[in-house]
């Protein structure tokens, strides 16, 4: 369990998940099992949102930039054509 490890382990752990290693590859160098590994992910990932929702309030923006994130909507582009029949297109 993710609780029982030493901060040492912890710490190396989300480093390197922040890092972009996998979470097989982490679970082979710190020498824990990859369901750790995981339940650390979440724990942390719970700690964040729960200090996000706490310390940003009242942020006014006016522009938000949302790099590398898109979705994949029935057709490439390519493909547009002959799908435009389908009842799930989604444009």
């Known amino acids: 369990m993710a609780n029982k490890l ?11 998940l922040v890092e972009g290693s996998s ?3 982490i679970s ?16 942390a990932g719970k700690a964040c949102a729960k200090h996000h929702d706490r310390a940003v309030r009242n ?23 002959a799908a435009k029949g389908g009842p799930e297109r989604g444009w």
């Open 6 to 16: 030493p901060s040492s382990k912890r710490v190396q752990i989300l480093s390197m």
């Open 23 to 25: 979470m097989r590859s």
């Open 28 to 43: 082979h160098v710190v020498d824990v099992s990859i369901n750790t590994v995981s339940t650390l992910l979440v724990d």
């Open 59 to 81: 942020v006014a923006s006016k522009r938000i930039q949302a790099d590398e994130i898109w979705s994949f909507c029935y057709a490439k582009a390519k493909n547009v054509a």
